[in-house]
């Protein structure tokens, strides 16, 4: 059984900063990619930043437009988690955040979707 574990939300004013974590856990081969998504009220779930495994331990980073330069994405593979430092906060930043990870529980397995339960950002004066 594979968890994803979220933490770091909260609320801050416009122009903090906050940093997210998720853990993985339970039985897991490989991770192909970590990443965050948010939704806010009335809106689709969107992608925020990605982080797929290159060769050698190292990783690709995407993030959607309206957050590059503002936030990072970084992993620690030996942990198996993903952070995602979040500067500059705007009120337009406030969503509920979810962890996904593709992986695989084992070698010989198809690499599957998880989420984590989501945790609040709030951004507001």
């Known amino acids: 059984q594979v968890q994803l574990v979220e933490s770091g939300g909260g609320l801050v004013q416009p122009g903090g900063s906050l940093r997210l974590s998720c853990a993985a856990s339970?039985?897991?081969?490989?991770?192909?990619?970590m990443g965050w998504f948010r939704q806010a009220p009335g809106k689709q779930r969107e992608l925020v930043a990605a982080a797929t495994s290159g060769g050698a331990a190292t990783y690709d980073t995407i993030y959607d437009d309206s957050v590059k330069g503002r936030f990072t994405i970084s992993r620690d593979n030996a942990k198996n988690t993903v952070y995602l430092q979040m500067n500059s906060l705007k009120p337009e930043d406030t969503a509920v955040y979810y962890c996904?990870?593709?992986?695989?529980?084992?070698?010989?397995?198809?690499?599957?979707?998880?989420w984590g339960q989501g945790t609040q950002v709030t951004v507001s004066s």
């Open positions: 996904n990870a593709i992986l695989k529980v084992r070698l010989l397995s198809d690499y599957l979707n998880y």
């Open positions: 339970g039985t897991i081969a490989s991770i192909s990619r």
